[in-house]
């Protein structure tokens, strides 16, 4: 199978350590040449050793899941003939607590704003489905054990009564 890899580079810069008031800022490098500006979450560790500007991978998750969910709905989407002109989702992850009293990302939300063109155009229903099917072949989320719900706004009316729970 395929294998992915991402460079993670943290550099102290002779700041203080054992205080652990040091700068959690680091870089996430990627293939084709993409870097990022990461950090801890400032919910988690507060600034200033946190970088408010910088990716989380708390948001790195709730993104990968959301890419992840919406590269599936696309590519059936266009399997079933439906024209995809605009996609918008505006995830959210909640922490809370499992089990054992650890901390773990709980919940991931999306709310996926999908714009159509062309004939014909699916209907609430079938778009419904296919956000179904496209949470069955993420294989990020079939990979953790966050519950991954989905509250697709329809014609920009708030489904979110209609929740679907993924897992």
């Known amino acids: 199978m395929a294998e992915y890899t991402a460079v993670i580079e ?23 040449g993409v870097e990022v500006a990461a950090s801890s979450s400032p919910h988690v560790v507060p600034l200033p050793m946190s970088l408010a500007e910088a990716v989380d991978p ?13 590269l599936w709905f696309l590519a059936i989407a ?7 002109d605009a996609y918008r989702d505006q995830a959210v992850g909640e922490l809370a607590r499992d ?10 939300t ?13 209907t609430d ?14 294989f990020i989320a079939r990979s953790v054990r966050t519950e991954v719900r989905c509250e ?3 014609g920009n ?11």
């Open 10 to 32: 943290w550099d102290r810069g002779g700041a203080p350590f054992l205080d652990h008031r040091y700068s959690r800022a680091h870089r996430w490098l990627f293939d084709g």
């Open 125 to 138: 229903d079938e778009q419904t489905a296919m956000h179904h099917e496209a949470h069955d072949q993420c």
């Open 58 to 70: 708390e948001e790195a998750f709730v993104a990968s899941l959301s890419s992840c969910h919406m």
């Open 99 to 108: 089990e054992a009293g650890n901390l773990m990302m709980s919940r991931v």
């Open 157 to 167: 009316v708030d489904s979110r009564l209609s929740v679907m729970p993924m897992k």
């Open 152 to 154: 697709p706004v329809y």
């Open 110 to 122: 999306f709310r996926p704003e999908v714009s159509f063109s062309g004939h014909p155009h699916p």
């Open 78 to 84: 266009a399997k079933r003939g439906f024209v995809v």
